[in-house]
């Protein structure tokens, strides 16, 4: 409002003096230089300037996160809650003699989790919280991101002081921009030193207040760019692994992101859990999230099956497209996702959960599996197995039509890099070698030697289903999207039709 007052008599006092006949290009002149220079020095001046973080204390939503609402992180939640507990009972560790902790390092992919650990942390040890991200200390002027890094450990003492707390915590998300190694690449440069020399020295605490504890807690998908002196004990001293949840952990972040939402009967949990080995919690807060606008979307007041298998799909594979293939494109694709699905059942029985022609994001059909168990480590045969499944498409093409389609080039990538995995680990014919060291040509004889072989295998069963498999194809073709056990009640009518014949 003052601005704008302002601005009004300034524009009054120059239209009396333009009336007067009194010559402003001079003034003007003057007044132009000096708000450019202004322009420049407030530029330059952001080392002045005060850094503002995210500051959950002064935060007018303010939204209590606790170790309970955080699910599928058990080993990451004990960790942290040892370090946490050094804040929480300081008299049992000094008489122990134990140094309390500077720092805790969150490791793990996107959306597992690291930020909400870090909020928990705050409520669970009642301190102060301050959240920051790695980036906003890099700056091109020299001087900025030290100062800001001062700032923010003074203003989370400040904040536990004005809080009546003993404790702040202070999380940086992204840590590894802020931590960087120094001389990695020509792409360090003076100012980035600066700004981390300065984290280091306030995490070795030099600048110790008794009143208040601080604790950094860093959140990081790439350890492996941080600077070592960061890292070394008496800086970060527990380093965290956050990973992607197991069956049991993705069971628990589906119960809590669903228990605000009416579920129906039907809809079991624990199988949803069992499809989708890989995701991080955050995926499956957007699972249950799509399933609810799918279920608004319909009108409907509780959340079915078909919705959580709307939402899968659509989280893994994208949103429908609006394109459709023409009738001849379309059977070829149906052929194609079917050949999968049928080397599937074939090796895994029971493995098919859905099989779809609706074009999603890149792909114009898929087949979604769902495996037994969380696997991580694999033998040799689950991988030709999974190589078998990936070329099933393209064979059941060949064997239908005559000729195969470029919608196979996807699998036979992933095809390719498997057996790459199959030569890497020493389970091929060559033994255990080294790959780049192999002479020209021998990886390349090797791959086709795998891979040939389960296409021979593939091409076998196919041509033994042929007539299941134009029978299921035809049906995807008229539904577009069905279940798994839809082929496999094909499969067991043929082979109670073949004990038949045999046994007559």
Not at 6 to 31: D, Q, S
Not at 176 to 185: E, K, Q, V, Y
Not at 273 to 292: D, I, K, P, Q, V
Not at 407 to 433: C, H, P, R, T, Y
Request: aromatic share 8%; net charge neutral.
């Amino acid at each position: 409002m003052l601005k704008e007052i302002g601005a009004g008599i300034m524009l009054g006092i120059f239209a009396g003096l333009l009336w007067l006949g009194y010559n402003l290009y001079p003034l003007l002149f003057v007044l132009g230089l000096f708000f450019l220079f202004y322009k420049i020095f407030d530029l330059r001046g952001g080392l002045k300037q005060r850094f503002v973080p995210l500051n959950t204390e002064n935060s007018k939503q303010k939204t209590v996160v606790t170790f309970s609402d955080i699910g599928g992180q058990g080993y990451a939640k004990r960790e942290l809650l040892e370090a946490l507990d050094f804040i929480r009972e300081p008299e049992k560790i000094n008489m122990m003699g134990i140094r309390p902790l500077k720092g805790v390092l969150l490791v793990g992919p996107p959306g597992t989790g690291k930020t909400l650990l870090a909020k928990a942390a705050a409520s669970y040890t009642h301190s102060a919280f301050i959240a920051a991200a790695g980036s906003e200390f890099i700056e091109m002027y020299a001087g900025v991101g030290a100062q800001r890094v001062r700032q923010i450990f003074q203003q989370a003492q400040n904040a536990a002081r004005r809080n009546t707390k003993k404790s702040a915590i202070i999380f940086i998300d992204e840590i590894d921009i802020l931590g960087a190694s120094r001389g990695r690449s020509n792409a360090s440069h003076l100012e980035h030193e600066q700004t981390l020399n300065q984290l280091l020295v306030e995490m070795d605490g030099l600048s110790i207040d008794d009143q208040a504890s601080i604790l950094l807690i860093g959140a990081t998908n790439r350890p492996d760019l941080l600077d070592n002196a960061l890292l070394r004990p008496g800086r970060f001293d527990r380093i965290v692994q956050v990973e992607l949840p197991d069956l049991e952990g993705r069971l628990q972040i589906l119960k809590l992101h669903t228990r605000n939402k009416p579920l129906a009967e039907g809809v079991q949990l624990q199988k949803i859990a069992a499809e989708t080995f890989g995701f991080s919690g955050a995926h499956l807060e957007n699972l249950a999230n799509e399933a609810a606008i799918a279920a608004l979307r319909e009108n409907s007041k509780i959340l079915q099956r078909k919705h959580f298998s709307e939402s899968l799909d659509k989280v893994i594979m994208g949103e429908k497209l609006d394109r459709r293939p023409g009738k001849e494109e379309c059977h070829r694709i149906a052929v194609h996702e079917m050949g999968h699905a049928l080397i599937s059942e074939f090796f895994r029985p029971k493995s098919v959960s859905t099989i779809t022609i609706i074009p999603r994001g890149k792909a114009m059909g898929y087949v979604r599996q769902k495996p037994k168990e969380d696997s991580y480590i694999y033998t040799k045969e689950y991988l030709e197995t999974q190589i078998a499944i990936l070329l099933g498409g393209a064979v059941s093409e060949e064997e239908f039509f005559g000729s195969r389609s470029t919608g196979a080039v996807n699998d036979f990538q992933q095809a390719v890099e498997l057996a790459k995995k199959i030569i890497k680990s020493g389970m091929s014919s060559l033994g255990i070698v080294s790959v780049k060291d192999l002479p020209d040509g021998t990886l390349h004889e090797c791959l086709k030697e795998i891979l040939q072989a389960q296409e021979e295998n593939v091409r076998a069963i196919i041509i033994k289903h042929l007539e299941i498999l134009q029978k299921a194809a035809d049906y995807l073709v008229e539904k577009e999207r069905i279940e798994g056990k839809y082929l496999r009640d094909l499969l067991r009518t043929e082979k109670k039709d073949a004990f038949k014949k045999e046994a007559i």
